[in-house]
């Protein structure tokens, strides 16, 4: 029976580096049938927050435009 390490090393899903710290995740929604697919992938802080970011720039751009 193999050992694994009791710290698994985790890298950004965005940028492939590793993450250091405490990691954020993302949320990815797949339909599959009748049915929601939900995946959580870790992000690094620079891309956490850049993510976030742009996310609110989007949803304020189609505020005013609304």
Do not use: D, N, Q, W
């Given at each position: 029976?193999?050992?694994s390490h009791?710290?698994?090393?985790?890298?950004c899903d965005a940028c492939g580096?590793?993450?250091t710290?405490?990691?954020s995740t993302g949320l990815l929604?797949?339909?599959r049938g009748d049915q929601n697919a939900y995946?959580?992938?870790?992000?690094?802080?620079?891309c956490?927050?850049?993510?976030g970011v742009t996310?609110?720039?989007r949803w304020a751009e189609e505020e005013e435009e609304g």
């Open positions: 029976m193999a050992h009791p710290y698994a090393i985790l890298f580096a590793p993450v710290g405490e990691a929604i797949f339909p995946e959580e992938p870790p992000l690094c802080t620079r956490s927050v850049a993510i996310a609110l720039e």
